[in-house]
């Protein structure tokens, strides 16, 4: 029988709404029955496309003998960490500081009143049918000890997490960060420190956007050796493009194979970015590859993008990573015949023992091959191959933060690489978004009066609210649709959202938090300054800001990004890995703003814009049109010039002289 989760958006609630298990949604009914009945709270967040809750749920939420254990001396919450990352965020501070590591399933005992006395992740079924007898037993034969001790936990926690002092993040601090992560890149492999490896995404962003700042070799030579190093590697799906999480090892051979939104979106933009600087061929295909990834896997009927595929495929109700991609040499055989499959399995990496578990292999392209025909043909026929297997789940709610990373990233390589298809992707998923999303604050509100909404699942709006980074990286992929199109929907849309922002989340004092004033309360109100594996809201926000008050000329936006940035400084100061995109929009900062607009029709203004936009300024915002278009501010009182189109390079909205050609155009911008 079904329970309460059955009715959840969420489909990581929904892998849990058979279990015996009574659980509850995150809210204040589960609280009030918690209080009701006078038993601790059972608080589990995991996410749909995570192993180990996997594991979890099969070992011990399933299992009758746990539910009763459960069920009978708790109330039992269960969180999707990316639906609620607010929640995540409090008590994963919880986690951390009480284990020194963190990871899902996070496993918290809580007071009724929300306090944490215990914190954990994965736990096995015998231990954590133990936590449960002993956390019931200390409940009942010594409350008073565990609510100090929960009471103690927040008190040190608030007094732990809360926001440092910010510290300004100038071009010296972006000097340093570049020689500190020098110090920790792995020359021989790429990317930074040792296994596990995450791609990281936001770092290469900073390190292209500072070459291009100060012409830095080293930083161009790290983000062209970490982003051949894993598009080389396992990591990468060589046969239908996207990357997967992680790297279990340092040479990027073994992914941990659940793919995200996130990641993807990001290094599309990384790799489009590398190609634009340095041409180079590597980065173009993975460009164009991951690009149709997210195009083929990860969009919705809705024209949205999905958040994640899972890291395992289910097979007979039992799951198994990497059954889906990983291959032996006579899987090799049975499609390709015995020639073909001895030449694929020497390209790829296939051996007879295997790279990865039970003698299979992940694929690997170490090096092109020599005949591309041939290699186009064996990969189309492997993938059809593939698509014929057992296929990982797919977790298909629309989160608003990752679809604006999505639309920046399409909007920003569909013009780069000349793939309006793209950009058309964009749009579509912007307008479901904000249509989907952004809605009326409550039944009786005005149209004025709108909130903005966290998830969403086949076009039904989540009730969770938007934290701090979905108004943030909505704003940034609108504002890159923006000036993609000339479209000016997409920037009083994210003029609003910003504004929304500045009002709800920033204090008086500049403080940035995660989440709203008027918010649910936690025990503690995060305010993360941590460039994880998103940019956080601070980051986000800042560099958001940044570029709407590029294109607007508004000196109150480009103070409240200068301000929201240095909120990140101390992290960008004690470890630059954690403050990539913080990092990044400092760079820009540095660097303009660089306002280009070209104006004018036809193919001498298009041939403007493509100069324009070949430029790897990271201060650069362009804006294109007929002079004084309404909703586009770069464009006021730019006049042809001899009524053909013209480029007006600006800085601050104070203008050289218009050129009328590209290599003029060229010039221009290089001399800034």
């Known amino acids: 029988m079904a329970n309460r989760l059955a009715h959840s958006l969420s489909p990581y609630l929904l892998q849990h709404a058979d279990n015996p298990v009574d659980w509850w949604e995150w809210g204040d009914d589960a609280f009030a029955e918690a209080e009701r009945r006078d038993v601790p709270i059972l608080l589990s967040v995991g996410y749909a496309a995570c ?89 009942e034969t010594d409350r008073e000890r565990v609510l100090s001790s929960g009471a103690t936990v927040a008190e040190r926690l608030r007094e732990l997490t809360g926001p440092p ?18 110090s920790t890149y792995d020359e021989a492999r790429g990317g930074f420190g040792g296994a596990p490896k995450f791609p990281p995404s936001m770092v290469l962003e900073f390190l292209l956007r500072h070459h291009a700042r100060t012409g830095s070799a080293d930083a161009l030579a790290m983000v062209t050796g970490t982003a051949h190093a894993m598009a080389r590697g396992g990591l990468y799906d060589q046969l239908g493009g996207g990357f997967a999480r992680y790297s279990v090892d340092a040479d990027w051979v073994v992914p941990h194979f659940e793919k995200m939104l996130y990641d993807n979106a990001l290094l599309l933009r990384v790799y489009a970015h590398l190609w634009r600087a340095t041409g180079d061929d590597l980065a173009l295909r993975v460009a164009h590859e991951t690009a149709d990834f997210l195009l083929r896997d990860l969009r919705t009927d809705q024209g949205a993008f999905a958040s994640a595929l899972d890291a395992d495929t289910v097979v007979d109700g039992h799951s198994h990573e990497g059954l889906t991609y990983a291959w032996t040499p006579a899987q090799l055989v ?16 296939v051996t007879a023992s295997g790279t990865f578990e039970a003698g299979a292999s992940t694929l690997q392209l170490r090096q092109d091959p020599d005949d591309l025909p041939w290699w186009a043909r064996v990969r189309a026929r492997l993938l059809a191959a593939r698509a014929t297997r057992p296929q990982p789940s797919r977790d298909d709610k629309v989160v608003t933060a990752w679809n604006g990373l999505a639309i920046a990233a399409l909007a920003d390589a569909g013009v780069l690489l000349d793939r309006p298809d ?11 978004v904000l249509d989907t999303h952004d809605v009326p604050a409550s039944d009786s509100a005005d149209d004025g009066d709108r909130m903005l909404r966290r998830t969403s699942r086949a076009g039904r709006t989540g009730p969770a609210p938007a934290v701090l980074d979905d108004h943030a990286n909505l704003a940034e992929g609108l504002l890159a649709l ?7 929907r997409w920037g009083e849309a994210a003029a609003s959202l910003l504004d929304r922002a500045l009002d709800r989340f920033v204090d008086a004092d500049g403080t940035v938090h995660d989440t709203a004033h008027d918010a649910p309360a936690l025990f503690s109100r995060p305010a993360n300054r941590s460039d994880n594996a998103e940019p956080s809201g601070a980051s986000a926000l800042a560099g958001a800001l940044l570029t709407h008050g590029a294109l607007t ?14 909120a990140c400084g101390p992290v960008a100061a004690q470890d630059p890995r954690f403050a990539g995109w ?16 070209v104006v004018g029709e036809g193919p001498a203004a298009q041939a403007l814009l493509r100069t324009a936009r070949a430029s790897t300024s990271p201060g650069l915002v362009v804006m294109h049109g007929m002079p004084d278009a309404p909703g586009r501010a770069l464009l006021a009182d730019r006049p042809l010039v001899d009524d053909g189109p013209a480029a007006y390079v600006c800085r601050g909205f104070v203008c050289d002289r218009p050129v009328t050609d590209t290599e003029a155009l060229g010039a221009a911008l290089r001399s800034r």
């Open 51 to 139: 192993h180990w809750c996997h594991v979890m749920a099969h070992e011990s939420f399933e299992d009758e003998q746990v539910a009763a254990a459960v069920n009978g001396r708790f109330v039992a919450v269960k969180v999707d960490r990316e639906e609620r990352p607010d929640v995540d965020a409090v008590y994963m501070s919880a986690t951390t500081a009480l284990t020194g590591h963190g990871g899902w399933p996070m496993t918290c005992l809580l007071t009724p009143s929300g306090d944490p006395f215990f914190a954990g992740t994965y736990l096995p079924r015998a231990q954590f049918l133990q936590l449960l007898d002993g956390a019931a037993h200390a409940w």
């Open 165 to 182: 002092a910010p510290t300004v993040i100038d071009p010296d601090v972006c000097d340093t960060a570049v020689r500190r992560l020098r």
């Open 334 to 349: 049975e499609v390709l015949g015995p020639d073909d499959a001895e030449r694929a399995a020497r390209l790829l990496g």
């Open 422 to 432: 793209l950009v058309t992707a964009a749009e579509v998923a912007a307008a479901h």
């Open 482 to 488: 923006h000036q993609a199109t000339g479209e000016p």
């Open 553 to 566: 000329g508004s000196a109150a936006h480009l103070q409240a990004s200068r301000a929201a940035l240095d």
């Open 582 to 597: 913080a990092l990044a929009v400092a760079e820009a900062s540095a660097a303009g703003p660089l306002q280009v607009a």
